[in-house]
Antibody, heavy 118, light 106 residues
Framework: EVQLLESGGGLVQPGGSLRLSCAASGFTFSTFVMSWVRQAPGKGLEWVSG????????YYADSVKGRFTISRDNSRNTLDLQMNSLRAEDTAVYYC???????????WGQGTLVTVSS | DVQMTQSPSSLSASVGDRVTIACRAS??????LNWYQQKPGKAPKLLIY???NLQSGVPSRFSGSGSGTDFTLTISNLQPEDFATYYCQQSYSSPDTFGQGTKLEI
């Protein structure tokens, strides 16, 4: 059974940093593209960042480029999102998601809430 | 960036109805279009990938069509569990962008 379990969310002050992690199991992690998607309270979905299966290419939404860094450790089956210079508008539930080979996101974690507030 | 526009933003329907949700891309995206269903407090669920392919385990009353810039999600014979918010997403070019969502209400 595929499982994605996010951790690391919490309350952080504007300008602060936070590192999210996603522990993957139930599939061959090293062969799939992975992404982070977020959802601000009461709002729609926003794709944040993606990383190729080997980690050799990364992609970012314009809203987080230069502040967030996605990475993966295929030996530990983990996906991370380092978030720096956080802003109030980064407040959201952050989901880690697995791509299905056709770039649909076929498995999602339960999400972790990040709140940026003083 | 490719902009995705869904219509309508909200939709009222009844059990047994057939409904269609439209999604338009700001530029051609071939068939790199996915559809998701999201219920309150839950993670999204993939329904359709590559415009018209039904994800495993999804009921056949869900179908998708389109290519280029215009796409549709059709739900036939609406069931009570189908009342949710639906999102389209393009995966043709990074950043992968979502539509604003369509809330399907009873």
């Amino acid at each position: 059974e595929v499982q994605l379990l996010e951790s690391g969310g919490g309350l952080v002050q504007p300008g602060g940093s936070l590192r999210l992690s996603c522990a993957a199991s139930g599939f061959t992690f090293s062969t799939f593209v992975m992404s982070w998607v977020r959802q601000a309270p009461g709002k729609g979905l926003e794709w944040v960042s993606g990383i190729r299966h080997s980690g050799d290419a990364t992609y970012y939404a314009d809203s987080v480029k230069g502040r967030f860094t996605i990475s993966r450790d295929n030996s530990r089956n983990t996906l991370d999102l380092q978030m720096n210079s956080l802003r109030a508008e980064d407040t959201a539930v952050y989901y880690c998601a697995k791509h299905n080979g056709y770039d649909g996101l076929d498995y999602w974690g339960q999400g972790t809430l990040v709140t940026v507030s003083s | 960036d490719v902009q995705m526009t869904q219509s309508p933003s909200s939709l009222s329907a009844s059990v047994g109805d057939r409904v269609t949700i439209a999604c338009r891309a700001s530029q051609t995206i071939s068939n790199y279009l996915n559809w998701y269903q999201q219920k309150p407090g839950k993670a999204p669920k993939l329904l359709i990938y590559a415009a018209s392919n039904l994800q495993s385990g999804v009921p056949s009353r869900f179908s998708g069509s389109g290519s280029g810039t215009d796409f549709t999600l059709t739900i036939s014979n609406l069931q009570p569990e189908d009342f949710a918010t639906y999102y389209c997403q393009q995966s043709y070019s990074s950043p992968d962008t979502f539509g604003q969502g369509t809330k399907l209400e009873i």
